[in-house]
């Protein structure tokens, strides 16, 4: 059963940073286009950067270029996001999905078709 579940999300002051981890299983990770989402309270779901399998290529929406990293470790089967500088705004539910991979992974939400369960991200001080 193909699974994805989210941590390290938690409260902290603006400024701060976080890293989130997104563990897959029954599903061989590097075989999959993985990204990273969030969600605010009454806003749509937006995407954040996301994982080309097929080349390695990495994609950020512009608000997450030079603050957030999107790294994979193929042996512990997991994906993370590095966010610093974090700013009230960024407070969100955080997701990963994954995908059945192409050239170019897409920053929307619509073409993944497993998600996590989110975790929460608050940043206020």
């Known amino acids: 059963q193909l699974q994805l579940v989210e941590s390290g999300g938690g409260l902290v002051q603006p400024g701060g940073s976080l890293r989130l981890s997104c563990a897959a299983s029954?599903?061989?990770?590097?075989?999959?286009?993985i990204g990273w989402f969030r969600q605010a309270p009454g806003k749509e779901r937006e995407g954040i950067s996301c994982?080309?399998?097929?080349?390695?290529?990495?994609r950020y929406e512009e608000y997450a270029k030079g603050r957030f990293t999107i790294s994979r470790d193929n042996a512990k089967k997991t994906v993370y996001l590095q966010m610093n500088g974090l700013k009230p705004e960024d407070t969100a539910v955080y997701y990963c999905?994954?995908?059945?991979?192409?050239?170019?992974?897409?920053?929307?939400?619509?073409?993944?078709?497993?998600w996590g369960q989110g975790t929460q991200v608050s940043v206020s001080s």
């Open positions: 029954g599903f061989t990770l590097e075989y999959y286009d």
């Open positions: 999905a994954a995908k059945t991979p192409d050239y170019l992974c897409p920053l929307g939400r619509s073409p993944y078709t497993f």
């Open positions: 994982f080309s399998s097929r080349n390695g290529a990495t």
